[in-house]
């Protein structure tokens, strides 16, 4: 029986009597690397939860998660030297690895790995140069570094998946086999464009839904930029009204609204269903991802995959999912108002909404999974070869 790991920092959750939990992600992703041995194990951080409400329960699932102390903060380094030798110990439980970066236990796990020569699939998922330069004083400091370390990790690689097509695998380039598959997974995307009727009887004098979906207590997600339009748009005479999906702590948030005078405009949902998401989706009318850094967003997919005319900052790779004419400078609001403004013409929401509608027909379920799948094959063949 060949097993399997997944190794990224996450974190997942633990209640008190030791359940773990996690997300619909987690079970696809379960699923998924079944192809590549029977049985298969999570490595990341697991830390304490009280509220699991929108959570799996993976013991359900027979997903176990090996619970790493973490050592990714200054004041954390006392763990390193007993979490290192846990991940050692998965690494050699294992016959093949996949180690999704950037991620501090990801990054241990690899030179092991590499050292003991265990097969490995490396996941390149975000930038750590755009995260962490939009992080703390610390967070700068470390970010050339960071940035320095993924490209010697991934340039070594045997097999390297990107979620971008362009951007991530410019900045960190490997030598040898890679290809680009996106971590989305939409296996219901309607057979028709669902706001092809609604944008073709939009009224612009009713009120302005907008909406994103981004977790509110990370500042580089970008919902201020969103609500600093907006309060643009009222000043000039524009009915406005901003959903924001996610969980986290809304305080700063909440201080920005409440000083913009935009208490009654703006809904802080928290975290949602997925069935509920698609609902809010379906009656919004622009989707924003306004974020100062990104890989390939999950959320925007989503949202295109609904039909939604959609706006996003040129930060990542998702100028590789819309129309130029509706990407905004990363932190520059009046380009933003612009590009609202622009999606407030009938013809272009409605040019817009097909766009995306079509161009996330490429992030089927079934498409990427064919990808993944002759990319494993070719990885499995490398190892019996051996």
């Avoid at 996941?123 to 490209?151: I, M, Q, T």
């Avoid at 990370?218 to 406005?240: P, Q």
């Amino acid at each position: 029986m060949k097993k399997t790991l997944f190794i990224h920092d996450g974190p997942r959750w633990r209640d008190k009597k030791g359940n773990q939990y996690g997300t619909a992600a987690d079970i696809d992703m379960f699923a998924r690397y079944k192809y590549l041995g029977d049985k298969v194990e999570f490595v990341m951080r697991v830390v304490p939860i009280t509220d699991q409400l929108t959570l799996i329960n993976l013991n359900d699932y027979g997903l176990h998660i090996n619970s790493i102390i973490p050592f990714n903060r200054p004041g954390l380094l006392k763990n390193y030297f007993k979490s290192k030798t846990e991940i050692i110990n998965q690494v050699d439980s294992a016959d093949i690895i996949v180690v999704r970066l950037p991620s501090t236990i990801g990054s241990v796990a690899l030179k092991y790995a590499k050292k003991i020569n265990k097969p490995y699939i490396v996941e390149v998922v975000a930038c750590p140069w755009d995260a962490l330069s939009h992080h703390s004083f610390l967070g700068r400091l470390y970010a050339p570094f960071s940035k320095n370390k993924l490209k010697r990790l991934v340039s070594d690689a045997p097999y390297v998946i990107y979620v971008t097509k362009y951007f991530l695998q410019n900045r960190y380039p490997t030598k040898y086999h890679s290809t680009n598959i996106s971590n989305v997974v939409l296996r219901n995307i309607p057979t028709k464009n669902l706001k092809e009727i609604s944008y073709r009887v939009f009224d612009f004098n009713k009120k302005i839904e907008l909406t994103t979906l981004g977790v509110v207590n990370l500042d580089y997600k970008g919902h201020k930029y969103v609500l600093k339009g907006m309060a643009t748009l009222i000043s000039e005479g524009y009915d406005v009204n901003y959903n924001i999906i996610g969980g986290g702590d809304k305080r700063n948030l909440l201080d920005l609204v409440k000083k913009l005078g935009l208490t009654k405009m703006v809904n802080f949902t928290g975290k949602l269903p997925h069935d509920e998401v698609f609902r809010v989706l379906d009656s919004t009318d622009l989707y924003i991802q306004p974020s100062e850094t990104e890989g390939l967003p999950r959320a925007l997919i989503e949202a295109m995959s609904r039909g939604c005319a959609c706006i996003s900052s040129d930060a990542g790779g998702m100028p590789e999912l819309l129309d130029e004419r509706v990407i905004f400078e990363s932190k520059n609001v009046n380009d933003l108002v612009l590009k609202i403004k622009y999606l407030l013409d009938k013809s272009n929401l409605m040019e817009q909404s097909k766009l995306n509608f079509e161009k996330a027909k490429d992030y089927r379920f079934e498409v990427l999974e064919k990808k993944r799948h002759d990319f494993y094959n070719k990885f499995l063949a490398s190892i019996n070869e051996k």
